[in-house]
């Protein structure tokens, strides 16, 4: 709106809870209605109206009648200073009755129609208007869809105010215009901002308000009031590229959120703020399934600090927890750079449906007539663009991974097509899901990205000493798994659930399991000194209960015995499972690997060899047999350097410091020993350090002459050699 409005609505609401600047942040009901109208052409100033929103008394006890009653007659004694006052037993009668009454004062005064809300600050639009209406399903008359801020109109007039320190009382103050509110209720003497603000406060403030926008319209100041805020009505779906540039301050993490909720429940629970275009991004687990969190961006910092205040709001019976993210996060959840992608959700207004579970030989044509069949028994929801209306989800390879996306052209399609969920295509049930664009943009991230490492760096060393550093599956289970901790458990809540068998815990073998966000799984991994113990820990403690020293809660733990390499396993993603140690996996071990080594086609090509076998022997006649030229891995298993994940949305599993042993790296394990090799311990080892390959880059530099060559754990070290020093008296002995 470019031209002033004829009458400006000066609006006030107060709820049963907290005011000032946390109105809204409690979910509180809201209970009064306060405004006046201002007569912009002639300056003039209407009488001052209330509602009063009370619940309807037929369902409460008899008792709950009298105390009501009680305080109604209190009420009428202590007469409203308004002018006019009405009441209303619910919300929408409420906003109903506004409009009503605000409909006939304008028709009576006949200066005008257009009007338009003016408040101090978003708050009672944005936070206590919208999100209550959005809760309880009530359509909001379009009166309430856009307003002035008259913070933001008085910054205006006098820009060397600050926007975040202005209140009612140095507004006033400045306009030279008198308050007589108690000095209890100025917002710069407040101390407690949750303080309920009492029914005759709102009435005064109101006619303060009215008395500053009335002198902003007056001279000398004479200020126009011609561009309102809006509130959005509708979210929009839209795309979002990696490339783009996505500011930190906009961006929040929503968390808890029920399984089934979508794009238009996240838009719906943040009611009252705008969202920017296709802001709300649905986020996977590892599994391609929803995890219960979102990543929404809004369009400017104050909307996204609005959106803090709803922290633990509900959304139906769940409460919603709401924190500050980042533009990186929300690009590797919504970015894409698919031009096909593009292309696919470029078509706006449109439904989007996931499709699951496809035959591998499923064509364009199969799909359509899933949907839309020739018999005229089944319901018929015709994919939106035919054969450009469906996108495949594929390996980079080309391979179908069964899953598709299929576009509709209105709800009722959609809804008729989700009907179809479980039917039969081909000789395969299809699981059908309404889906998001965000939702879309992960799902080709994780199947069509290239691995991140295509080809394996050539290796400085080519043989390594074969001694394997774990046990093989199933044989030494000397540690225990602790599932279904306390979130609050620590260490010392552990070792005092071990009890006696904290005696044979060895040095810096806890190991609690932590989620992509640092924060506790339920696991927690132990080493001990001996399967048996092991055995003994497991059939002793198995849930039991642990209580925990930071919080009241307490729960029965699962103890399980297991290996190392299935400790190893789980901590960098994979599964474990011990009702079923014959599971779907080629070993027979019961462990699913983690989705870094999946899927077993990604595997790396031969690289050129970095020196010849004679030149490597001429150069380094003491390690002539290692040679410098890079070995291919052996067909069925795709090793990647474990600090480098898959899939860039993998959602993996953390051990906390000390950190358990790496299991996977660049190099297999062979399962004999070749050739003798140089045995040497190396403690103090750096968490985040890169494995095998610091470790050759470590030794490389110390070449012993014949004589002096590293012999067996039995052997000896020459005592004259210099670099020697990095084998100072060897305890104990692994393999490099």
Not at 99 to 115: D, F
Not at 304 to 320: E, V
Request: net charge negative.
């Amino acid at each position: 709106m470019t031209a002033q409005v004829d009458y400006l609505v000066v609006f006030f609401t107060a709820t049963s809870g907290a005011s000032g600047a946390l109105l809204g942040s409690d979910e509180k009901e809201l209970e009064q209605l306060v405004w006046q109208l201002v007569d912009v052409k002639n300056k003039k100033l209407s009488k001052v109206n209330e509602l009063l929103i009370k619940p309807d008394l037929s369902d409460l006890s008899e008792e709950k009648e009298e105390e009501d009653e009680v305080e109604e007659r209190a009420e009428n004694e202590n007469k409203s200073r308004a002018d006019n006052v009405f009441t209303a037993t619910n919300l929408e009668t409420a906003l109903n009755l506004f409009c009503l009454q605000l409909t006939n004062e304008v028709n009576s005064a006949g200066a005008g129609t257009s009007v338009c809300l003016c408040t101090d600050g978003p708050l009672h639009i944005r936070q206590v208007i919208h999100p209550e209406a959005a809760s309880k399903n009530i359509l909001v008359p379009d009166c309430f869809n856009s307003f002035f801020d008259l913070r933001k109109e008085f910054k205006k007039r006098f820009p060397t105010s600050d926007l975040k320190a202005l209140n009612v009382h140095n507004m006033a103050e400045s306009l030279s215009i008198p308050v007589d509110l108690p000095a209890i209720w100025d917002p710069s003497a407040t101390l407690d901002p949750s303080a309920i603000l009492p029914a005759e406060i709102a009435v005064q403030l109101v006619q303060i308000l009215g008395s500053i926008v009335l002198a902003l319209l007056s001279e000398p100041s004479s200020h126009t009031f011609s561009t309102e805020e809006r509130v959005s009505e509708k979210f929009e779906t839209g795309t979002c590229s990696k490339m783009e540039k996505v500011c930190d301050n906009t961006v929040i993490r929503a968390r808890g959120l029920p399984w089934q909720s979508s794009d238009q429940d996240i838009a719906r629970f943040f009611r009252g703020l705008n969202i920017a275009k296709g802001g709300a991004a649905l986020c996977l687990n590892a599994q391609g399934r929803r995890n219960g969190e979102a990543l929404v961006r809004f369009v400017s910092e104050e909307h996204r600090d609005l959106a803090l205040q709803r922290h633990k709001h509900h959304m139906g019976n769940r409460y919603i927890e709401v924190y500050k993210a980042s533009g990186e996060d929300f690009l590797k959840i919504a970015g894409g750079t698919s031009n096909e992608v593009a292309m696919f959700l470029s078509r706006e207004d449109q439904i989007i449906v996931r499709m699951r579970g496809l035959p591998f030989t499923a064509t364009n044509e199969q799909v359509l007539t899933f949907f839309s069949p020739e018999e005229g028994l089944k319901e018929t929801c015709p994919v939106s663009g035919g054969k450009d209306g469906i996108l495949f989800v594929r390996y980079p390879d080309g391979r179908p991974t069964g899953d598709a996306f299929v576009l509709f052209a209105c709800e009722e399609h959609a809804q008729c097509a989700l009907r179809k969920h479980k039917e039969i295509l081909g000789r395969r049930y299809i699981e059908l899901f309404k889906s998001t664009a965000a939702e879309v943009q992960q799902v080709l991230n994780r199947y069509s990205s290239a691995p991140l490492i295509s080809v394996a760096p050539a290796p400085l060393v080519s043989m390594l000493p074969s001694v394997s550093l774990l046990p093989p599956p199933g044989r030494m289970r000397d540690c225990l798994r602790l599932r279904g901790l306390p979130y609050t458990a620590s260490i010392e809540d552990i070792l005092t659930f071990l009890g006696e068998f904290t005696q044979d815990i060895r040095p810096h073998g806890v190991h609690m399991v932590l989620n992509q966000q640092a924060r506790p799984s339920g696991d927690c991994f132990i080493q001990l000194t001996s399967a048996e113990r092991a055995i003994q820990a497991s059939q002793r403690l198995h849930k039991q209960i642990m209580s925990s020293q930071r919080g009241p809660n307490s729960r029965y733990v699962e103890v399980f015995p297991c290996s190392t390499e299935e400790m190893g396993l789980v901590l960098m993603g994979g599964s474990l499972s011990h009702t079923h140690t014959h599971a779907h996996i080629r070993s027979g071990t019961g462990l699913s690997p983690p989705p870094c080594l999946t899927p077993p086609s990604y595997s790396f090509a031969p690289a050129p060899p970095i020196m010849s076998a004679e030149a490597a022997a001429a150069l380094y006649p003491s390690i002539g047999q290692m040679m410098l030229a890079p070995r291919p891995l052996p067909p069925g298993h795709a090793y990647y350097p474990a600090s480098t994940p898959m899939y860039m949305n993998y959602t993996t599993y953390y051990p906390s410091p000390p950190g358990s042993p790496t299991t996977l790296g660049f190099f297999p394990s062979p399962s004999s020993l070749s050739s003798p090799g140089g045995l040497i311990r190396m403690p103090g080892l750096t968490y985040n350090g890169n494995g095998v390959k610091d470790l050759i880059n470590a030794v490389q530099g110390y070449q012993y002459a014949p004589e002096d060559a590293l012999m067996h754990a039995h052997g000896h070290v020459h005592a004259h050699d210099l670099t020697g020093t990095l084998l100072t008296q060897p305890k104990e002995w692994v393999c490099i």
